[in-house]
Nanobody
Framework: QVQLVESGGGLVQPGGSLRLACAAS????????MGWYRQAPGKERELVAR???????NYADSVKGRFTISRDNAKNTVYLQMNSLKPEDTAVYYC?????????WGKGTLVTVSS
């Protein structure tokens, strides 16, 4: 099993930046892929960004050029750097991991983009 704990959410003004962190309970060398999803009020959960064990990344079109996903294997942590934030980025952001083909989720961290 994998436990995931997110941190770094909060309130930020439009155009601002935040960095989310997802700490895993086991070495992320052993995890096939990790990613960030988000769910806005009244909407379905959607993929934001993913990173594979081989450091291949993919992003939702809505965040390309603004968000960057990265991993620190020594800290068993995956990050999501979010720049040029927009009000439509407001959502609960969830960390996800696939381990032996099974999905695991964190409890989420709230990001609010508002002036």
């Amino acid at each position: 099993q994998v436990q995931l704990v997110e941190s770094g959410g909060g309130l930020v003004q439009p155009g601002g930046s935040l960095r989310l962190a997802c700490a895993a309970s086991r070495s992320i060398f052993t995890i096939e892929s990790m990613g960030w999803y988000r769910q806005a009020p009244g909407k379905e959960r959607e993929l934001v960004a993913r990173i594979s064990s081989g450091d291949m990344t993919n992003y939702a079109d809505s965040v390309k050029g603004r968000f960057t996903i990265s991993r620190d294997n020594a800290k068993n942590t995956v990050y999501l750097q979010m720049n040029s934030l927009k009000p439509e980025d407001t959502a609960v952001y969830y960390c996800n991991a696939y381990y032996y083909g099974n999905p695991y989720w964190g409890k989420g961290t709230l990001v609010t983009v508002s002036s």
